[in-house]
């Protein structure tokens, strides 16, 4: 079974449109987050969620807003989006307790039309 | 300021030959690790290896190994035998401090690989 898991794969949505997208982990972690990766420009760091607590918002807009119902769910509520939010949204999960390594799900491909 | 930085936007590589993927990293922390993830075209990012700022030897996974110059602050992920599943990007990585129980990561450009049958 996939670590992480992101549904959906794929998302076309007008501006006035809104959606959620899912991230779910299977391997008990205690960290997750959420990624924004735009042609021609490095991964960034939206949202950090440690024991389901918030402790990272990266000044990213409020039409982006995040939910971490439990330590193994993560949800990006998305709403009155712009074309420039077109991207690859990656959810990605680690231990939570300073070890290294993230693990990061197959992403969801956003088109803001 | 650009914490981490990938010279090469695009490498080929021959089959069955070694490549090196440059990163030059900056930080004032003493504590910090540095990872390589690939991104193949299905999009996941896959962790490859790890060096911390304190690991005295260079770190090695299988094909791939990190030439960790810290003096240089370089990080230089050298992948042998390339195989044409090597095709991908690739991403230099680093996590200041440790101060935090999770992982504050900041990602480089990315380096396009792709290796020629």
């Known amino acids: 079974e996939t670590g992480v898991t992101q549904t959906p794969r794929h998302l076309v949505m007008g501006m006035t449109n809104k959606k959620s997208l899912k991230c779910e982990q299977h391997?008990?972690?205690?960290?997750m987050y959420w990624y924004k990766q735009s042609a021609k420009k490095p991964l960034e760091l939206m949202f950090v969620y440690n024991f389901k607590e918030q402790t990272e918002n990266n000044s990213v807009p409020s039409r982006f807003s995040p939910e971490c119902p439990n330590s193994s769910h993560l949800f990006l509520h998305l709403h009155t989006l712009q074309p420039e939010d077109s991207a690859l949204y990656l959810c990605?999960?680690?231990?939570?307790?300073?070890?290294?390594?993230?693990?990061f799900g197959p992403g969801t491909r956003l088109t803001v039309t | 300021a650009q914490k981490i930085t990938q010279t090469q936007p695009g490498m080929f590589v021959q089959e069955k030959e070694a490549v090196t993927l440059d990163c030059t990293y900056d930080?004032?922390?003493?504590?910090?690790?540095l990872f390589w993830y690939k991104q193949p075209s299905s999009g996941e990012m896959i962790f490859l290896i790890y060096?911390?700022?304190?690991?005295?030897q260079n770190a090695t996974e299988g094909r791939y190994s990190l030439n960790f110059q810290k003096a240089r602050k370089s990080a230089n992920l050298v992948i042998s035998a390339s195989q044409l599943g090597d095709s991908a990007m690739y991403f230099c990585?680093?996590?200041?401090?440790?101060?935090?129980?999770?992982?504050?990561?900041?990602f480089g450009p990315g380096t396009s690989l792709s290796v020629i049958p």
């Open positions: 060096q911390g700022s304190y690991d005295e």
């Open positions: 990585a680093m996590r200041e401090g440790q101060e935090t129980s999770y992982d504050k990561v900041i």
């Open positions: 930080t004032s922390d003493q504590s910090y690790g």
């Open positions: 391997l008990g972690h205690n960290a």
């Open positions: 990605a999960s680690s231990q939570g307790d300073g070890s290294y390594e993230q693990y």
